[in-house]
């Protein structure tokens, strides 16, 4: 059964560091979800792409975090410059066209120092 | 801007009880709840959404407009259900999720 991907599945930085996050979502799914989940609380929406386009990011703190979904496959978020206050989990979620069930990645853990 | 509330962190429950998760949220218009389930060591999945009206792996939920709740029920607790659970509400077909906080149920034997 296809799955979400991503990588790293643990990373570990200094603040005012770059870090970057992958995902490769389920192959047809037009639909590709960025979310954060710090410890304790549930998944927030930082990004949400239809194809190669952006459909949803007001939640993105865009001083600091970009993604992109140049070819409507996989995905990059990156965080410049990291802070203490990035650390956690960082989902990524695919959806195919016409469905409701958004698809989860085994997340990103970030701990930032 | 909706809102998914989840009362309790923790629930704990003997085999065979029933077990009942409460969830409740704000929004103005008609949105569509689901619950999701995370087991240990494996990703967040969807159990259930309050469309299809189905039951999976013996759990219920039923929408309640009135008094804005989705709770998710099952008669008779199985130590497999233990795991974290979260609600979530989406406000248009295919649009981010919103989730509550997530209760933790553990089932004791």
């Known amino acids: 059964e296809a799955e979400v991907a991503q990588s790293p599945r643990y990373k570990i930085t200094e603040k005012s560091q770059a870090v970057a996050f992958w995902c490769d979502p389920i192959?047809?799914?037009?639909?590709l979800y960025w979310y954060r989940q710090i410890l304790g609380q549930g998944p927030e929406l930082l990004v949400q792409?239809?194809?190669?386009?952006?459909?949803?990011d007001s939640q993105l703190p865009k001083d600091r975090f970009s993604a992109e979904r140049l070819k409507g496959v996989d995905s990059t978020l990156k965080i410049q410059p990291a802070e203490l206050g990035d650390s956690a989990m960082y989902l990524c979620?695919?959806?195919?066209?016409?469905?409701?069930?958004?698809?989860f990645g085994p997340g990103t853990r970030l701990l930032v120092l | 801007a909706q809102r998914v509330t989840q009362p309790e962190k923790l629930l704990s429950v003997f085999k065979g009880a029933p077990v009942e998760l409460k969830c409740n949220y704000s929004?103005?218009?008609?949105?569509?709840l689901f619950w999701y389930v995370q087991y240990s060591r494996q990703r967040l999945q969807l159990l259930l959404r309050?469309?299809s009206r189905e039951s999976i792996k013996g759990f219920t939920a039923d929408l309640n407009k009135g008094e804005t709740s989705f709770h998710l029920k099952k008669p008779f607790a199985q130590e497999e259900d233990s795991a974290m659970y979260y609600c979530a509400l989406s406000t248009t077909s295919g649009s981010r999720l919103t989730f509550g906080e997530g209760t933790q149920l553990t089932v004791n034997p």
């Open positions: 309050h469309i």
């Open positions: 929004y103005s218009g008609s949105p569509e």
């Open positions: 192959s047809g799914h037009a639909t």
């Open positions: 979620a695919s959806r195919r066209a016409g469905q409701e069930t958004q698809y």
């Open positions: 792409f239809q194809d190669e386009s952006v459909v949803d």
